[in-house]
């Protein structure tokens, strides 16, 4: 059974930082680029990074220079370090296999607040 299990979220000011967690499992990890998704209030979910294979890594715009994708094969664990985070990130943070996408884990929330 393919499983996503996210976590590392909470209460941060502006400017802070989290890091984010992924553990996958169910399937090879290794094999499968990883995405991340976030999704605020009433907005539809987006993507907000990937990470290949081979390590190469993609941003929104939105995030780019802000965020970080990083991938652990040992620990099928993928990371996302978010700094300088700002109000307009608040939302539900999710993972998924870049492709044969998994059933949606529960997220974790990250809400960005002086």
């Known amino acids: 059974q393919v499983q996503l299990v996210e976590s590392g979220g909470g209460l941060v000011q502006p400017g802070g930082s989290l890091r984010l967690s992924c553990v996958a499992s169910?399937?090879?990890?290794?094999?499968?680029?990883m995405n991340w998704y976030r999704q605020a209030p009433g907005q539809q979910r987006e993507w907000v990074a990937t990470?290949?294979?081979?390590?190469?890594?993609h941003y929104a715009d939105s995030v780019k220079g802000r965020f970080t994708i990083s991938r652990d094969n040992t620990e099928n664990t993928v990371y996302l370090q978010m700094n300088s985070l700002k109000p307009e990130d608040t939302a539900v943070y999710y993972c998924n296999f870049a492709y044969l996408a998994a059933p949606w884990g529960q997220g974790t929330q990250v809400t960005v607040s002086s």
């Open positions: 169910g399937r090879t990890f290794r094999s499968y680029g």
């Open positions: 990470i290949t294979v081979i390590g190469s890594t």
